[in-house]
């Protein structure tokens, strides 16, 4: 809002890591988390994502990738540090998380649709419940994000009937729905058939290219390279490296990314650390 | 010999009893839903001191016997406490009570089969935790608990007869006072089963329909 006017139409290229004139829509700063259990998940993450940006997180499994993305819209409550989403603090609780949640969108690994209602009704159900749009409005609005991801005709099916990469797009469509200022993605295609994978990262393609505010977790490294505008590699709780996608999957700087890079793209299954024993 | 006359009348002489015994189920099951929800709910997510209370009350009541409990409430209730109800309040009383605690078991399991991310997903869509409870979680929950409480509501239905020991006039009651009447206690007693029999045959069914409705695959 303000100074927009002296900031020209910028094109994707510069678009990248502004010099600071505008605060980032996602502020995460020495973020800690330890969870009940005394597992360390993260241990001071700072990482930003500004308006329209597109910033995918990679790294092995049990990075705490995941862990942070619950962080940012306050699924999980963090221990030390701070995240701010468009000015305000993540982390307060009632009505203010609830007012910060609504803008932010989540699609999750496994879907997480409502089993007991049909397709529309999923889609429809942030609006009625938390929007509290009229019922006409709720109704058309739900149509229109599910004709967004292409399953308009799927309205009055249920989640059991479809297929994953459907199951996976009418999520998608219900956070939509809320219209939100950003979408969280926790790999969101780690769970889905080979087949089905490619018509939810067109979607999210789509949306990228549209100028959602986008905060990726995910093991497709081709997407990563090809859609994101900011690359951050998670290891053990902390952010190795991070960079444009040019760099850090042409010149990665440290050896492990490179390590983790070569180990994924030689793997087809989507499971970096399937083996588990490559480290002493 | 079964005298199918005295078999015949007993049914009209049973229907004030049979009024009684359906007012009292009618009665009793939304309130021990009701209770049987509050305590799942103090059990799954109340402060812990909370919880162990509602844990000890439901165990206090799954652990001793129906009709102990409503003698307790009955006859030892008002000399103890000089708390003095009608017969059919204190025996209602001690019906939730007591089938409020099963259910409750019930639906906490099946609360507690709802996983997490359902919760998560009505969160981050910005509901509250209310909202997720009852918008997501809950219906999910419902479904798979119905067919138990389905059977709990039949069980009760038949386990009220256990009143007919206090006074309180329901089906059972009328059927034992009209045999001291008539000495006809075969044909009474089979009027009473089959009155018993051709109530809860069809709730058992409905319930069953029920339950085939609400199913949610998954």
């Given at each position: 809002m303000s100074g927009a006017t002296n900031r020209g139409h910028d094109a994707r290229p510069d678009r990248r890591r502004h010099a600071g004139d505008e605060p980032a829509l996602i502020q995460i700063e020495e973020v800690f988390h330890r969870y009940?259990?005394?597992?360390?998940?993260?241990?001071g993450v700072s990482l930003s994502a500004h308006e329209g940006e597109v910033v995918c997180i990679i790294g092995?499994?049990?990075?705490g990738k995941s862990t942070l993305l619950r962080c940012v819209n306050g699924l999980e409550p963090i221990d030390r540090g701070r995240i701010r989403f468009g000015g305000r603090d993540v982390g307060a609780k009632g009505r203010e998380a609830r007012e910060i949640r609504r803008q932010i969108g989540m699609v999750f690994q496994s879907f997480e649709?409502?089993?007991?209602?049909?397709a529309l009704s999923n889609v429809s159900e942030g609006p009625r419940?938390?929007?509290?749009?009229?019922r006409n409005e709720v109704a058309a609005r739900a149509r229109e994000f599910l004709a967004k991801v292409g399953?308009?005709?799927?309205?009055?099916?249920?989640?059991?009937?479809?297929?994953g990469g459907q199951q996976q797009r009418v999520a998608i469509a219900r956070a939509l729905a809320m219209q939100p200022r950003a979408m969280l993605f926790d790999e969101a295609t780690s769970a889905l058939d080979p087949e089905t994978v490619g018509e939810v990262l067109n979607v999210m393609q789509q949306l990228a290219r549209e100028g959602m505010t986008m905060l990726v977790v995910t093991h497709e490294m081709a997407f990563a390279r090809s859609v994101a505008d900011w690359v951050v590699v998670m290891e053990s709780g902390q952010v190795l490296e991070e960079g444009p996608p040019g760099r850090i999957f042409r010149?990665?700087?440290l050896a492990r990314t490179r390590e983790f890079l070569h180990r994924v793209e030689h793997t087809p299954a989507p499971e970096p650390s399937g083996a588990g024993s490559d480290q002493p | 010999m079964f005298y199918w006359p005295a078999f015949f009348d007993a049914f009209p002489a049973l229907l004030p009893g049979l009024m009684v015994t359906i007012e009292l189920t009618v009665l009793v099951m939304p309130c021990a839903l009701i209770v049987a929800l509050a305590l799942a709910l103090a059990r799954l997510y109340a402060p812990r001191p909370l919880a162990r209370i509602a844990t000890g009350w439901v165990e206090f009541w799954r652990a001793t016997p129906l009709l102990l409990q409503l003698y307790w409430l009955y006859y030892v209730m008002p000399s103890e406490t000089g708390i003095l109800l009608p017969g059919f309040a204190t025996v209602a009383f001690g019906l939730v009570c007591n089938v409020s605690a099963f259910l409750s078991e019930n639906f906490r399991a099946g609360i507690g089969s709802i996983r997490v991310g359902q919760r998560h997903a009505g969160l981050a869509l910005g509901m509250s935790e209310t909202q997720a409870f009852f918008r997501v979680v809950m219906p999910q929950a419902w479904s798979r608990v119905m067919p138990e409480t389905a059977s709990m509501w039949v069980e009760l239905f038949k386990e009220t007869s256990l009143v007919s020991t206090l006074a309180v006039a329901d089906l059972t009651y009328q059927a034992l006072a009209l045999r001291t009447e008539n000495y006809r206690t075969l044909e009474v007693l089979t009027a009473l089963a089959l009155s018993y029999l051709v109530l809860a045959y069809p709730q058992a069914k409905f319930c069953d329909w029920l339950y085939r409705r609400h199913r949610v695959k998954e």
């Open positions: 009940p259990t005394g597992v360390e998940a993260l241990r092995p499994s049990g990075s649709l409502f089993p007991h209602m049909t419940t938390v929007l509290r749009l009229p399953l308009a005709d799927k309205a009055e099916s249920l989640p059991a009937q479809l297929s010149a990665a700087r | -």
